[in-house]
């Protein structure tokens, strides 16, 4: 069973950076994606950025130029690199994982495996 915890979400002045970390654990093989999604405040949970341990593939729906996804396929953790954050950026970040799925199928909003989520909070 994939088991997903995410971490590192904090209260930031806009301008400022953020890393948050997904530490998965559960995958039969590595072909799985994992990917950040985040849930606003009155607003559905979207994606924000995904990627494929076994190719490299990735697809960033959020923040192109600001937000950096990259994975340690060693230690099974996603990272979310934020940097010139934007009081928008407020939301609840969540990871999310499947397995034998293309980047492009997963990184759309849908009933994935989601870990608990980590708060960021962005002040204007």
């Known amino acids: 069973e994939v088991q997903l915890q995410a971490f590192g979400g904090g209260v930031v002045q806009a301008g400022g950076s953020l890393r948050l970390s997904c530490a998965a654990s559960g995958f039969t093989s590595d072909e799985y994606v994992i990917g950040w999604f985040r849930q606003g405040p009155g607003r559905i949970r979207v994606p924000v950025s995904c990627?494929?341990?076994?190719?490299?593939?990735q697809i960033s729906k959020f923040g192109q130029g600001r937000f950096t996804i990259s994975l340690d396929n060693t230690k099974k953790t996603a990272y979310l690199q934020m940097d010139n954050l934007k009081p928008e950026d407020t939301a609840r970040y969540y990871c999310a994982a499947d397995e034998d799925l293309p980047v492009t199928i997963f990184c759309r909003p849908g009933s994935w495996r989601w870990g608990l989520g980590t708060l960021v909070t962005v002040s204007s």
């Open positions: 990627i494929k341990a076994s190719d490299g593939s």
